[in-house]
DNA sequence: GCCGTTTTCGGCCCGACTGTTTTCAGTCG
C-alpha cells in the first residue's frame, strides 16, 4: 500500500471513531497520524521492513500495528469493523461545512438517516429542524454542504491526481511493448480539480499493458477492457483511463485526450471556415473523424468511444519547465515524484534554476510538443495544454499574441511560507536550506499573526525574536536572502492584528482573512478593502479563502479585490497549495488585465511543501500569466523595490 | 492514541463565532 492509501485509512478510522463518540484526543491522533504519512518523504512500506514504522511521527505501538497489517494484509479488521458500526453515509456528511459528528449523531439517531439523500431529502422537509438544538440555519448549511458536495462529486485535487499519473506514466513506460506514454486530459492541462486520470499510450501488438495494468496494486476494479482502451477505478476511488494506440496514431490520439472537448471543437471549426478538415490537418483517427463529423454537423452529443465533457481525453506534455507558447523549447524528462522511478527520458536536461535532484521537482513532459505539427497546418503556432480551454487561446494565436507564459525556472523565491515560530513543522533554517535547494536567491519567512491563537500567532517578544533569527540568517547563509515578514490577519472587525508601526518593520507582509468566513459581502468586502488600503500590506494572501472540495469562498467580489489592488498597488496571490489554488485561473487573468501583479506563493508550513509551486506556476500558466506578471520571477532588488511600502514617497 | 533532558500519567492548540438559545454546545480554524 502506498502512503497516501494508508494515510487515507488512518483518516477513515479517524472519522469513524469519532462518530462513534469516541474521545477528541484519540480521533486526533489518527488524524495526525495520517498528515504525517501522507508527508511522509520514505515508504511506509521501506519503514516495515526495517521494523520502524515507530519512527513516523505520531505513530505508537497501536497504530504501528494497525499499519503493519495493512501493508502486509492490504486490509485492516479495525476498519472493517468500524465501516460495520458506522453507516459510510455518516462520514460522508462529516464533510458539510457546519456538521460535526456529535450533529450527524443527533441526525442519525434523531431520524434514522443513513445516506446523503435521505439527508437532502429530510432538510428540503424541513424535519431537521424538529430535533433539539438545530434550526433553520443548519438546514440551510446542509443543503448549501451538499450542493458544494455535488460540484466536487468523484473529482480530485490536482494535487492528488498528478502524482499517481506521474507514476502510472513512469510504469508504463517500464512495460514491454510500451514505445511512448503520456499523461492526457485535465491533468496535463493542469485543472484544479480532476475526474480521471487519462494517459495515451504508443504500444506494439504484444504489449503488455492490459495484464500488468488490471493487477496493479492501486487498482480496486476493472472499469472496462477493450483492446484499445483501459478504464481502471484505483483504491482511493480515482477513475483511470488508457488510451493505446500504434506509434503513428500516437500523436493525434494525445492531441485528442489532451482536450478540452471546447478547444478541440474550436478549433475543427477554425479548419472548417479555412476549408480544411481534420484528415487535412493530420488528425485521422476514429474520434477526431467522428468529433469533426459532429461538428460539421452543428452537433453537441459526444463522439463515440468517450464518455461525456471535457474529461474524454487522455496524454501527454506537461511543461511548465519547459516548453511555451512561444518557443517549442524541449520540456523535461519525467520522472515519478516520491517514488524513485527514474525519468522516462534521458535526453533534456532539468532546466529549472540550478538544481533538480529532488524528484518530487521534476516534470513530466514530451521533448517537443508532438501537437505542434497540427497546429502549424493550421497555420498557427503551438498551443500549450494549459492554454486550451477555448478561452480565447485561438484567437490569440492567430493574431501572434499568444502569451510567453511563466514557468517554474522563471521563479526566484517564495513569500509565503511558515515556521516553528507558529504553526510550521521546520526551523527557519531548515525553511532556508529547502529554498536554497530549489535554487532560490530569496525568500520570505511569513507566520500567523498573534490573534491566531490555535496557529500559535506570535507575540510582539516573538517577533523580535524570530527577526533576530532571521537577521543571524542571513549573516550566516550564502546563497539566499531570507524576508522578515509576516501573514497579518484581518481581524474580524477589519482591523489588522497589528499596528501600523509594528507592521512597517517587517520586509514584506501578507494580509490574509482567518476567520469571520461567514460574514455578509458587505462586511468581507470592508475588512478587504481596509487591508488593501494599509501603506503596509504588501500582498493579499488566499484572497478567496476557498479550500477545493471543503470550503466555498467567502462572500467576496473577487473583481473589487483586483480593482482594489490595483488601485492602492498591492499585490495579489495564487496560493500554490493544491488545496487552495486562489486565485484561481480565471481570477489570475482578470488580475493580469488590471496590471495588477501577482505572487506565487506555497504558504508551506513543512519544506516538502515547497514543491507545491509547479501547482501555482500552472495555475498561473492557466491564467495567462507572463514571468513579468509575476513578483516572484523578479530579482530581489526589483521585488523589494515595487513593494508599495518601499514605493510610498519615491 | 501519542508522548516525555521536567513527566510512563496526564497532558494533548484554544478562543471566537454561530445558531440556537435565554446561558450554551458545537464547530471551526
Known amino acids: 500500500m502506498t502512503n497516501l492509501e494508508l494515510a487515507w485509512a488512518l483518516a477513515e478510522m479517524g472519522d469513524l471513531l469519532e462518530l462513534k463518540g469516541e474521545e477528541p484526543f484519540k480521533v486526533r491522533a489518527y488524524h495526525r497520524a495520517a498528515r504525517s504519512l501522507e508527508n511522509l518523504e520514505e515508504e511506509a512500506a521501506d519503514l516495515y521492513a526495517r ?84 434550526g433553520s440555519k443548519t438546514e440551510l448549511a446542509i443543503l448549501r454542504g451538499l450542493e458544494m458536495l455535488r460540484e466536487v462529486q468523484d473529482r480530485v485535487p490536482l494535487g492528488v491526481a498528478r502524482p499517481l499519473a506521474l507514476l502510472l506514466r513512469a510504469q508504463l513506460l517500464a512495460l514491454p511493448g510500451v514505445v511512448r506514454a503520456e499523461i492526457a486530459g485535465s491533468v496535463r492541462r493542469g485543472k484544479e480539480m480532476v475526474g480521471d486520470i487519462d494517459l495515451v499510450a504508443a504500444v506494439e501488438p504484444d504489449n ?112 511548465t519547465s519547459g516548453a511555451t ?35 518530487r521537482e521534476e516534470h513530466a513532459g514530451v521533448r517537443e510538443p508532438v501537437e505542434a505539427a497540427f497546429y502549424q497546418r493550421l497555420g498557427l ?49 531548515a525553511m532556508a536550506a529547502a529554498a536554497r535547494a530549489r535554487g532560490y536567491q530569496y525568500m520570505a519567512i511569513t507566520d500567523h499573526s498573534r490573534s491566531l491563537t490555535v496557529a500559535r500567532g506570535l507575540s510582539l517578544e516573538q517577533l523580535k525574536a524570530q527577526r533576530e533569527e ?28 497589528y499596528e501600523d508601526e509594528v507592521l512597517k518593520e517587517f520586509d514584506l507582509v501578507i494580509a490574509s482573512i482567518h476567520s469571520g468566513f461567514r460574514q455578509e459581502r458587505e462586511q468581507i468586502m470592508a475588512r478587504l478593502e481596509a487591508a488593501l488600503r494599509n501603506p503596509y500590506v504588501d500582498i ?76 501555482g506556476v500552472l495555475t498561473a500558466r492557466r491564467g495567462w500569466l507572463e514571468p513579468w506578471d509575476v513578483v516572484n520571477t523578479w530579482e530581489l532588488e526589483r521585488l523589494l523595490a515595487g513593494l508599495k511600502r518601499n514605493r510610498r514617497g519615491a
Do not use: C
Open 325 to 359: 507558447a512561444k518557443e517549442d523549447t524541449p520540456g523535461v524528462a519525467g520522472g515519478a515524484p516520491g517514488t524513485g522511478v527514474p525519468p522516462a527520458h534521458a535526453g533534456a536536461p532539468l532546466t529549472h534554476a540550478g538544481t533538480g535532484t529532488n524528484a
Open 540 to 615: 493579499l494572501g488566499h484572497p478567496t479563502g476557498r479550500m477545493l472540495g471543503r470550503r466555498q469562498p467567502y462572500a467576496v467580489d473577487v473583481k473589487r479585490v483586483i480593482e482594489l489592488a490595483a488601485e492602492t498597488g498591492t499585490i495579489l496571490e495564487i496560493n500554490a497549495s493544491p488545496e487552495r489554488l486562489d486565485l484561481n485561473d480565471t481570477s489570475a487573468r482578470l488580475a493580469k488585465e488590471y496590471g495588477v501583479p501577482i505572487a506565487i506563493d506555497t504558504d508551506a508550513h513543512d519544506p516538502h511543501r515547497l514543491a507545491d509551486m509547479e501547482y
Open 208 to 319: 503488455q499493458v492490459a495484464a500488468v495494468l488490471v493487477r496493479h496494486p492501486q487498482v480496486k476494479e476493472v472499469l472496462a477492457r477493450e483492446p484499445d482502451r483501459l478504464a481502471l477505478q484505483t483504491n482511493l476511488g480515482l477513475k483511470i483511463e488508457v488510451i493505446m494506440v500504434p506509434p503513428e496514431d500516437f500523436p493525434a490520439t494525445l492531441f485528442y485526450a489532451t482536450g478540452s472537448k471546447a478547444h478541440r471543437r474550436a478549433l475543427l471549426r477554425l479548419a472548417a471556415e479555412r476549408g480544411l478538415g481534420a484528415a487535412d490537418l493530420g488528425l485521422v483517427t476514429p474520434r477526431w473523424l467522428a468529433e469533426e463529423e459532429d461538428v460539421l454537423a452543428g452537433g453537441t452529443t459526444e463522439a463515440p468511444g468517450k464518455g461525456g465533457g471535457s474529461h474524454g481525453e487522455a496524454a501527454a506534455a506537461f511543461a
Open 381 to 429: 503556432p503551438y498551443i500549450v495544454p494549459e492554454l486550451r480551454e477555448d478561452r480565447g487561446e485561438l484567437a490569440a494565436a492567430r493574431r501572434g499574441e499568444l502569451p510567453h507564459l511563466v514557468t517554474l525556472a522563471d521563479i526566484r523565491g517564495d513569500l509565503h511560507m511558515h515556521s516553528r515560530y507558529s504553526d510550521g513543522v521546520e526551523t527557519i533554517a
Open 470 to 497: 532571521i537577521a543571524r540568517l542571513n549573516e550566516e547563509l550564502e546563497g539566499i536572502t531570507i524576508l522578515a515578514g509576516i501573514e497579518v490577519d484581518i481581524l474580524a472587525d477589519g482591523r489588522l492584528d
Open 51 to 134: 521494523g520502524a514504522l515507530e519512527e513516523i511521527p505520531g505513530v505508537g505501538k497501536n497504530l504501528a500495528k494497525k499499519l503493519a497489517e495493512l501493508l502486509t494484509t492490504g486490509r485492516s479488521t479495525f476498519l472493517d469493523n468500524l465501516r460495520r458500526e458506522v453507516p459510510p453515509g455518516l462520514r460522508e456528511m462529516l464533510a458539510i461545512p457546519g456538521l460535526g459528528s456529535r450533529t450527524v449523531r443527533q441526525i442519525h439517531q434523531g431520524l434514522g438517516i443513513t445516506t446523503l439523500a435521505e439527508l437532502e431529502q429530510a432538510a428540503r422537509e424541513r424535519r431537521i429542524r424538529t430535533l433539539p438544538g438545530l
